[in-house]
Each structure stands twice: as C-alpha cells, then as structure tokens.
C-alpha cells in the first residue's frame, strides 16, 4: 500500500491569499465565523452540565492540540511529551489556587508564563536534536514524568500521589440575560474566551513573518538560516510558545475537572496529544479543532466498541489515518474543496 | 563494600536486559534508520504469551523456545504489514505507527491478561550459587543467557551467509538488490530477530519486577539511554551500553539519588547523551556537507 | 550468433519525468556492445531500466523469456549482473565479503573457489587487499572489486556503468583489457555504458548512440567510429 511519500501537501499559511485583500477575510468566512459564535454561546444553555464540560474539554484540546502544532507541524520539531506542559501548566494552576488562593483567571496567565519559560528552556538543549532524537528524547520526558510528579520530596506542593483537589469557579453573576449560569457553564465561557484568545493570536502570529520563518525552518533548515533566520530563536521561540499554549490547556484542564495526579499525565496523554494533532492535520489551525474532536470522542466511541480495549481500537485508528489521510482531516477537507473548486471551474469552462 | 559488589552485580544482571533490547533496536535501526518506539510493549506481551504457555502446563524451556519463535513471526509479520507501507514515509508518520503499535499491544495485554500483577517463574534455583552473598542465581543466570544470546547474534552476523546479506541489505539496499538479495524479506527478518531478542529480554526481567502490561516503559527508556550511550548504530556500542547503564541506575539509585526517580535518570541520561554526545561512544559521526 | 537482450520500446523515467522514449536494440550472445552520449542522455538510466531499479514500459527479453514484468533480485538470478555507476560497493563490508556477496544468488556453491581463484588471478590486488574494508580501497581497486563481484555471479550478460569514471589512464586500460579477457575467454556478453567513447568503440563490436532518450545511431563500432557527427562530438577530432 502507497501510503504517504516524502512530500505531502500540508495546509498553506493562512490567510496567505487573503493578505491581498483589505480585509483579511472574505465576507462568507465572517458570517461563518459568526454564525459558529452565536451557536458556542447558545450551546451551554441547551446541553447537559455534563455534555457542556465536554464541549469545555473539546476546547481545551484545541488550545493544546495547536500549540503542539505550532512546533511539530509548523516547525518540525517532534514532541513526544508535550503532556508534560500540559500537566506543568495544571499543577502551576492547583498549587496557586489551593496552596495560595489565587484567583483561576490570574492562574492561566501565570501558569502560560511559566510553561513560556519551561519550553523555552526545554527548547535550548532540543537545538541539538534532530527528527527522531529529539522524539526519543521527548518521549523518555513523557515516561518520567508521572514518576517525578510523585516524587517524596516535592509531595508538599504537589500532594503526592494523591493530587491536588480543586473547586470549579462560581460564576460572578448568577445569571445572564435571564438565562441561568452555573460553574461549568460559566467555565465553558471563560474557556470559550480564552480559545477565541489564544486562536487570534496564533493565527496571527503564523502568518506572518514569524509564521513563514517557522515553516522555513521546518522544511530549509540550513536554507533558512542562510537567508538571515536566525534558527535557534525561532526554535526555542516555537518551543515556548508551543508549551504556554499547552500549558493553558493544561490549566484549563485542571480547572475543569477540579482535580490534578501525577497518573492523570502519563505518556498516554502525551500520546493523545499527538494522535489529535496528526489526526487534525499537520500544520493546520483549523486541524486543531477536529483534532480536538476526534481526541475528546472517539475514546468514547471506542470504549462502547470494546470495553476493555479501548486504546486498541484508538492504536489501529491512528495507523489506519497514517494510511489513509496522512495529512489529516484538514488535510482531506482541503483536498476535496480544492477537487470540487476545480470541477466547478471546468464545468463554467466547458 | 560487599553492599558496593552486590550493587555492581545486580546492575550487570539488569544491564545484561538492557543490552538485550538495545540490542534490538540498534538492529531495527541500523536497518530501517527508524527507532522502535514498539520495542518493549513486543517484548512485554511475548513474555504474556509465555506466561500463557506456562499456565497451560508447558515446561519452562519449552515455553521458552515456543516464545522465541512466535516472537520472531509476530515481529517479521508486523513488519511486512503494518511497517511496509510506511517505509519511507516523513519521519512523523513512521513514529506515529510505532506510537500506535505500541498503543494497541499495551491495550491488548491489559484485556486479554487484565492489569492485576502476576508472578513469573525464573528457570534458575532460588538458592545463590555457591552460596553467594553477592548474587542470586537468577541474576546469575540473567547474565549468562544474555552473553549466551549477544554471542550467537554475534556469530550469525559474522559467519553465516545470511548474516552477511542482512549486514549487506540494511548498508546498501540497491547493491544488495543487484547480488540477488531481497531486501524487504532481510527488513522482515531483522525485525523477527529483534523481536525474539526482546522477548528474551522480557522473560528474564518479568520475575524481578513482574508481569504488568506497563512494565516495560521504564526498561525502553533505559535501553534507549544504552544504546544512545553506545551509539545507536553500533550493536556492540549497545550491548556495552546496557551493561554500563545497568550498573550506572542500581550504583546511582544506591548512593546519589534513591531509587524513586530511576526513570528521571534515565531521562537525564538520555538528554545528556544526546547534547554532549550525540554519536555515543562508539558510534558514527555523521557529518553533514552543506 | 543467437540474441541474448532484445529490448522494444523500453520507457522509463523517475516519478514525473520521463528519461527514455522508446528504445528498440537487441544484444547478440558472446559481444560487446558499447552505449555512447553525453550526460544526461538516459544511459545509466538504460541499465538501471533493464535491471528493474526504476519503472519501465515496454518489452524486455533475456534469451527469449521477459524480463520487464521480474523484480530485480529475480532478474539477477537469472544470469544479469550490473555494476552500477559509482561501483556500488559494500564500503563497510571486506573485500572478500564483497566477492561472497556477489556469489550470493548462486545454486552451485560447489564452483565457487574457482570463482575466486579467477577473480584473484585478474586482480592480485584484491587478494592481497581481502581482509581490508572496502571503503578504504582505491578508486580503481574499488571498481576491480565492483566488476569482480559481478563476475562471483558467474553472469551471461554483464551490464557496466561508465568503469572508467574517475579512474588514471592506466587504470582504465588494465580495466578494459580485463573486459576483453572476461568476453573471450569466459564467453560473458558485455553491454557497456562510457562516456569515454573513443576506448568504448575499440572494445566493443556494435554500439548505439543515445541523445534525451532515443537512439540515435547504431551500428558496428567501426561504422560508428568513422560516423561524422560522432567523430566531431564523441570523438574529437
């Protein structure tokens, strides 16, 4: 079976076409957008409080899933472990709040600094390594790390095995144009802010020059470095970035399910955060949310196929995509919109 | 310092593990240039399928061979279907397929066998021999069927034909096509071998740490950490590598750092290999022209 | 004499580009065929092309039976032994493990320490030089290697991929003198792939001229010496 070769069709920059335009968008993508926006706001009020903590989990995903993006599909660096900041990012949060009282929305600034600086850091030595080096070395970061968090001697801030205990914020307002808010529906919004947030930023930050230095990077090293790109910033700088988004996540996370464990973040949820990438589509923003989708679902759908094996039928389901639509659900919506462009072009032609 | 001896042994037994799986990779790599991420998790459920075997009233070493070569076709089998149409894949896609092998077998270990703990018999006597203070008879005979198999892995690389057309497919595919050697089937075999090496390796550390689905995580970062330490293209580098680091967690888990934070060293040992060392300490030194 | 390669509209080409556009010659048993043109005519693509290592269409026949539908490993087994351009060689590997390499696809073991002793009477050199890694060897022990592992096959056909590359004046002449000894006295057919047209025309007995892919000239070594165009281009003079 051909699967993919060694170039494949990832998503252009965004908005590179659009950057001729006054406007960045064009006026259907902004009815869309809108359109999207006034169903997110609606959806807490019509779902189960359960159902709207999942729609909050579904978001959190995005937000990680696109700083995981951010290095390996826009700048080739491969994570293995971006759990770690993920949990980084969760445990900066619980020890503030619980050991310190501080508010949750002064936690997610603080906890994306500190994973800004941890990636960053993290980012230096990665300089070295290259492709599956750096994987390995990721990897082995995932594996420790639930080992590390339980360690004896960090147990006064991190309690030990058994965690952090949260409480989810109460809404300042009890309700909102008449409608009803309760904790998770009020955190649903928060998360909703902070995605739209953070996505804005993302978007543009990567079509821009940083964005092009990156993919250049990725795909040019020594070409990108001769035409001025200074390599080693803008990988430590991707490293950071990467990580604070996660990291966010990470807190969101925290947050949302009101409690933090070292076995919470295992490599298995550095694993998820890379199926979810891959799945949504290397180097695609839009990726991230099926991606998120996909990561916060399909576990479910597996488990109701086989209760036992779930992550089997996940395992088989990543190989089957790396067969079959190796750049992802992005990747395979962009091709069939570009397909249909092209026969309603030949049918106006002919 | 009988305290310091015991300590060395026991890292030579557990090192003599390590060697093993590194063993394995180094093989897969110097191959396919890619690293199985799946290593251990193979090795892990050969080990469930002896386990199986043994229940089913099988002798030890019956049980034992039995494993090998189902280990060996298990290996060669995923290689010829799931690792083939990756081949030359971006690097990426080829991690995520060993990141989801690894993934399904885990999963599939926990099912079949559940997660509970369960012991597995050592073939070697519970008393040390001679009496010995200094090592128990199944790190003892750890040791001993490590060498047993690094030698034999040795000589059929050396001194069989076909040893020579592996060494000679994973070097140089198009030359080796031309003299008539099919090099997909060396790919299939070099995982089969490395997959039956595995297993040796699991079933000679499952009675120390017992049988869990999860058992072999910390095990491949260490090997990670020997054969990185060896030279991840160096077979001889590997199984050096493993000794070395066997030794290097029992000494360091003893007298620096306690015995909680093992897979941290191995970490710190792997990213400290990569960044002051990157070919190890025997490996090549590629240089890239621009 | 009876034809050994019979080659019919052969195309090939690397992923989208095509190299070769339809070449139509046959090889007779026991001769030396030279293939002439510049770079980038599509010779070593030629012999990759007849060898599998890149996708083909079009008829390929080795005494009698086709070829262009077999693998390489197969077409090897069947009596085809190609030294590639750059020799090709097991740089990590011995010397003799080389020679051992090339006898690998052979059946009849038994004849194989004539094989070596033949090999080692051609090139001393590499006897004396048989435990040595072969990447450290010379350029143009390299290339005696290369061609004695393809004579370890014990060949019908023997394809050769520009053997003078890179190598000193007497390198060459000793290396071609040695294909005169191989086509006569071991009765191997020779097609030969050289830039060095001029010692490629005074070993061979028929050749063809390739320009972007097609023929554009065949005919004795002689007729094609004295051909005007290809004395002015190949030839020099």
Redesign the interface.
């Known amino acids: 079976m051909e699967a993919a070769t060694t170039t494949t069709t990832l998503a252009p920059l965004p908005s590179e076409k659009a950057a001729t335009r006054a406007l960045p968008f064009s006026r259907a993508q902004i009815t869309g957008a809108a359109a999207l926006l006034v169903i997110a706001c609606a959806l807490p009020f019509f779902l189960s409080n359960y159902r709207t903590f999942q729609a909050s989990m579904v978001l959190i995903y995005a937000i990680a899933l696109l700083g995981l993006n951010i290095l390996t599909g826009f700048n080739g660096q491969i994570s293995l472990g971006h759990g770690a900041f993920f949990a980084i990012g969760a445990y900066v949060t619980a020890i503030l709040m619980d050991k310190f009282g501080v508010p949750y929305w002064v936690c997610l600034p603080l906890a994306g600094a500190v994973c800004l600086l941890a990636g960053f850091l993290f980012g230096l030595p990665a300089l070295r390594l290259e492709g599956i080096y750096l994987a390995l070395a990721t990897f082995a970061l995932g594996v420790a790390l639930p080992q590390l968090l339980k360690y004896k001697h960090f147990e006064g801030w991190t309690g030990g095995v058994q965690g952090i205990v949260l409480i989810k914020p109460d809404p300042p307002f009890s309700s909102l144009f008449g409608l009803k808010l309760n904790p998770d529906r009020w955190f649903f919004f928060v998360t909703l802010f902070v995605t739209i947030v953070m996505f804005a930023l993302a978007w543009n930050l990567l079509r821009g020059r940083v964005g092009r230095a990156l993919v250049a990077i990725r795909d040019h090293p020594i070409a990108a470095s001769t035409m001025g790109i200074d390599n080693a910033l803008y990988k430590s700088l991707a490293f950071g970035v990467s990580a604070m988004y996660t990291g966010i996540a990470g807190a969101l996370g925290g947050i949302a399910v009101a409690f933090v464990a070292p076995d919470s973040f295992t490599i298995f949820v550095s694993i998820t955060l890379v199926v979810g990438m891959v799945i949504g589509g290397l180097a695609s923003i839009s990726g991230a949310f099926y991606g998120a989708l996909f990561v916060q679902f399909v576990p479910n759908i597996a488990d109701q196929i086989s209760k036992a094996a779930p992550w089997a039928i996940y395992g088989t389901l990543m190989i089957v995509f790396m067969y079959v639509m190796p750049t992802g659900i992005a990747g395979a919506l962009r091709l069939a919109w570009a397909r249909l462009k092209r026969s309603r072009q030949d049918n106006t032609a002919a | 310092m009988e305290a310091f001896a015991h300590q060395v042994i026991a890292g030579l037994a557990t090192g003599g593990i390590y060697a093993s799986l590194a063993l394995a990779l180094v093989m897969i790599y110097n191959a396919t240039?890619?690293?199985n991420?799946a290593q251990g998790e193979l090795a892990m459920f050969a080990t469930y399928l002896c386990w199986t075997m043994l229940n089913a009233g099988w002798s030890y070493w019956a049980a034992f061979f039995a494993t090998l070569a189902i280990a060996f076709v298990l290996g060669a089998a995923i290689e010829r279907i799931?690792v083939r149409?990756?081949e030359?894949?971006?690097?990426?896609?080829v991690?995520?397929?060993f990141?989801?092998?690894?993934?399904?077998l885990?999963?599939?270990a926990?099912?079949i066998y559940t997660y509970t703990i369960k012991s597995f018999p050592s073939p070697f006597p519970a008393a040390p021999p001679f009496g010995s203070h200094l090592v128990t008879s199944h790190e003892l005979g750890a040791i001993c069927v490590t060498l047993i198999v690094l030698l034999l892995i040795f000589l059929f690389f050396r001194y069989t034909?076909l040893g020579?057309?592996m060494?000679?497919a994973s070097?140089?595919p198009?030359?080796?096509?031309?003299?008539?050697?099919?090099?997909g089937w060396m790919l299939a075999l070099g995982w089969g071998m490395a997959a039956a090496i595995g297993a040796t390796a699991g079933m000679m550390v499952a009675p120390i740490v017992f049988l869990d689905p999860n058992m072999m995580?910390?095990i491949?970062?260490y090997a990670?950490?020997a054969a990185?330490i060896g030279g991840i293209d160096n077979p001889g580098g590997a199984v050096l590598g493993g000794f070395l680091v066997g030794v290097l967690e029992n000494l360091i888990g003893a007298y620096v750092i306690g015995t909680?934070?093992?897979?941290?060293v191995?970490?710190v040992l792997?990213?400290g290999v990569?960044?002051v060392r990157?070919a190890g300490l025997f490996g090549k030194v590629i240089v890239t022209r621009? | 004499m009876a034809v050994l390669l019979e080659v019919r509209n052969l195309r090939a080409g690397y992923g989208a580009t095509q190299v070769l556009h339809g070449l139509d010659f046959s090889i007779e048993e026991g001769s030396i065929t030279a293939l002439l043109g510049a770079n980038g005519a599509g010779k070593t693509t030629t012999l990759r092309a007849l060898c599998k290592m890149v996708r083909i269409n079009g008829e390929v026949r080795f005494a009698g039976e086709r070829i262009d539908g077999k693998s390489t490993e197969d077409i090897v087994r069947l009596g085809i032994a190609h030294v590639p351009d750059g020799r090709g060689t097991f740089t990590s590997l011995t010397t003799e493990e080389n020679l051992r390499l090339g006898a690998f696809a052979r059946r009849d073991k038994a004849a194989l320490a004539e094989d070596y002793e033949r090999v080692y009477r051609l090139y001393p050199i590499l006897k004396e030089r048989r435990g040595q890694q072969a990447g450290t060897l010379s350029g143009g022990q390299q290339q005696m290697l290369a061609i004695s592992r393809a004579l370890m096959l014990r060949p019908r056909l023997l394809l050769l991929d520009e053997p003078s590359f890179g190598l000193a004046p007497l390198i060459v002449k000793e290396i071609f003198a040695v294909m005169r000894e191989i086509n006569r006295e071991h009765k191997v057919t020779i097609l030969l792939v050289e830039q060095n047209a001029a010692m490629a025309l005074n070993l061979s007995d028929r050749a063809h001229l390739l320009e972007t892919g097609r023929i554009v000239l065949s005919g004795s070594s002689e007729e094609v010496k004295r051909n005007d165009a290809v004395r002015k281009s190949y030839l020099g003079y």
């Open positions: 240039h890619h690293v991420f799931i149409p990756v030359s894949a971006p690097v990426l896609t991690v995520v397929v990141i989801g092998l690894l993934v399904i885990n999963s599939l926990g099912w034909p020579l057309a060494r000679a070097q140089n198009d030359s080796s096509r031309l003299v008539g050697i099919r090099v995580a910390g491949l970062l990670f950490a990185l909680e934070l093992k897979l941290t191995a970490l792997i990213v990569l960044i990157p621009v």
